[in-house]
């Protein structure tokens, strides 16, 4: 063999010939036939196409928006590779997902083309149809909708699946969202993730709530309450790790030893849902012991303002003050000034908050005959039932751990606290999260470096929203605006069967869904598909052939991420604003989301309110006061394909000033309103106190409905997959291939489960059957279930028909781990 016969520039052919060759002799020891081959065919060696490489993000909702190298050869990507940024590798990683992305594109399960449905709903009988047919047809049907019933009755459900700005549901300034503005239709709701921050934003006001991840390293002690960084937020979990290596504690409070908790110093196994009750455990174990910071109470929360015996704020009028300043309120309106009355211990004299030099925190004596408490009165009051012992009970933690928590809270430096979504999925998710972030206020943890509520860099958020709902057309147009915003649950439950909201009539006759796969991702999918079998016409944008593009009457195929350019925006833990390239042609017919929100808003005659270049309309989504103060367009970004934020402070709150109207941490609400409307009967005196706790619907162990139905599911969210995106992913399934339920080994053997074994968990909504596997990291009677499968990938049933589709009576959140069941082998 000469030198010239190994020579590595081989041509293609000669090589699967080669290839063949060895296959048909068998020959498998050792020797080479390709290279020999290679010499007799004579052929001019080809050129290995050169690799471009081209910047990328996931932008899938695990929040991350990781950057990305995508490698394109010959037309085609062939790697993903982490993209790395000049000014520092603290973001710079990505995970299986974003290096499998090439299997994404490639996938069997692509929409190729637009297609109609032609069989049963859900039974994924389609006919290919062309995009003008596709286009005509929704234009058609949803001109008549409009005539007859009015733009409301077309709703759109703007979904999490792609972040990014031109093309995104979710994104609110998304050509999408221009598009449903533009014909006033109505909007649905996801309502997912709402009660953890809506008890921030309760309680502290307007965020940045985060102290940016570079302060983690000042913590002493970081507690994660509630969430699987690991699994969940993979930029961050190297700002835990580090602390902890720098010699910080780290803490863990879970249901469940997971990844993190096998991190962690000390892990805290506590009840599903009964986190609230655990703070409240804390809380009261500190008045016990004076622990209390008061200082921080009385200058950076609202402890000291006065409760009348009505339950209202006393305030300078009841004083015979009447107001003479004024200001404007959150709708624009100029209101008078009525300011909270607050007991001055210095002076020993009622005096409005701003005057006061040392308010008092209880003991206030009549003011002018009105008998009042302090916020802080109220709150000792409402923790005094939960003794070491109560809590203990309720929460499965010990007295001793509870009183250990207590104290590495108030004497032992600072502490982070990290809330994820652990709390939120469950009915009392709100009322647990506003226990956690009054034990934070008790303790006095926060506005200031190493303490806080957790760490992260929430920075260039939406864009500026309002300028893209109200950019005119060409002609000078405004969008009339969204048609009417609709709850979930209610559009689900109430306005689609009775075709009435709140008893006028209200019909829906078109769902439009773009980047979300609701069938799989709502509560309750027995609903969802009920639902999808009562609304007339549904079109469905997505990329892939899931559980909700099967029930579609007209199928858009969407293409994929690398196939067009756009830019990513929202992010929670990194900071950075991408510029997505073009890496590749759509495959097959697919089309840019934003190519196709354009054409239906051409042929629905709203093409003059899209006359703007991709570019001019990327400028107005960055032309938030932050993104005009620092000159920062889309040529700017696409300078680097990257350009880091700073527009958040480095600690939040620092000095303990809040987003509140009086600047301090809030405790009270004399007057809450539900965050949503859908008639319901409310309880207010529950919404009033942030130390008000109940149990959560399902997952209370007390509940008689847990004699029936044993076990709460956790429906966790998976490593492999961002919700059910990646489900078409071969590699992935190496690693979670199909579902599975989490057991203790007790509870395991009651059941007479063995490892593997076939199991059905039930209740009166729906059951799934999934293979068992037994985990003595798993408490008794909670069980957890990998949440993200198709339905197709269930042996039987769906792991969502099993969850409840109702709402707290204040808060509009899905309670997707707030779910009871039993368990029986199979
Ligand atoms: N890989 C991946 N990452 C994701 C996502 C994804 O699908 N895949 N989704 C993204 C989205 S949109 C979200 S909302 C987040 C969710 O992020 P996380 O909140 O971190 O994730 P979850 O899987 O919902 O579970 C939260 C953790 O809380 C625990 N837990 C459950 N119930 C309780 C409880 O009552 N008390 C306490 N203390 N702990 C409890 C669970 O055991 C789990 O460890 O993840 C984001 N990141
Ligand atoms: N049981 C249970 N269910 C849950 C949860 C849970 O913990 N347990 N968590 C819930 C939470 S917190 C969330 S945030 C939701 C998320 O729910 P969804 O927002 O519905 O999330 P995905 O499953 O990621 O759906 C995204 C869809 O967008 C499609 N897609 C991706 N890229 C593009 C694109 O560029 N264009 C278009 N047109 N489509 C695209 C994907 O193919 C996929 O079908 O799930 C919720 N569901
Ligand atoms: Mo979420």
Redesign the pocket.
Known sequence: MTQAKTEPKFSRRSFIKGAAALTATGALAGCSPAAETLAETGEAPVEVPETKIFAGACRA???QGCYLNVHVRDGRVVRTTAGHFDDGSEFDRICP?GLSQPARVYSAERLQYPMRRVGERGKGEFERITWDEAIAEIAEKWKGYTAEFGPTSIAFFLG?GNTATLGGGAPEGSLMARLLNVMGASRVLPDR?IATPMAWAYMFGAGPYANRCSDSINAKHHVI?????A????QRAHFFLEARDAGAELVV????Y?T?ASKADWFIP?H????GALALGAIHEIFEQGWEATDFLRDHTEASLLIKEDGAFLRMSDLGVEPTETTTNAQGKEVPVDPYVVWDEETSSAVPLAQAKKPALGGVPAIEGIAVRTEMELIREAVEPWTLERTSEVTGVSAEDIKHLAHLYTQEGDVQTDM???????NNGMYSSKCVNSLLLVSGQMGRSGSGLFTGEPNFGEGNVQACITMPSASGEVPQGVGAILNWTDFCNNIVPTGKKLGEDFPIKSFYASCTNVVSNQTDQNKTLALMNQIEFIVIQDMTMNDTALYADILLPACHWFETADLRVRYYTNPYLLWNEKAVEPLYESKPDAEIYRMIAEAMGYGDFFQFTDDEYLNVVLSTPYGKENGITIDKIREKNYLRCANDPTIAFEGGIFGTATGRAMFYREAPMPDYNMGQEMDLEKEKLAVFWEPARE?DLANPLREKFPFTI?C????T???TQWYDVGYLKEFEAQPVCRINPEDAAELGIAEGDTIRLYNDRGSVTMLATINPGQQRKAV?CPR?FLTREHIDGDLARTTFNDYNQACRNQSY?DCAVAIEKL
């Open positions: 909702q695990c929040g997902k999490s993730d309450w509630g969430g699987d960084i699994v969940s937020d993979k409070i879970d249901i469940a997971r993190m506590v599903p849902a009964t986190d994820k979504f652990g709390l939120n999925h469950y997952a956790c966790e969210h998976m490593r997959r961002a919700h957890h993200s781990f």
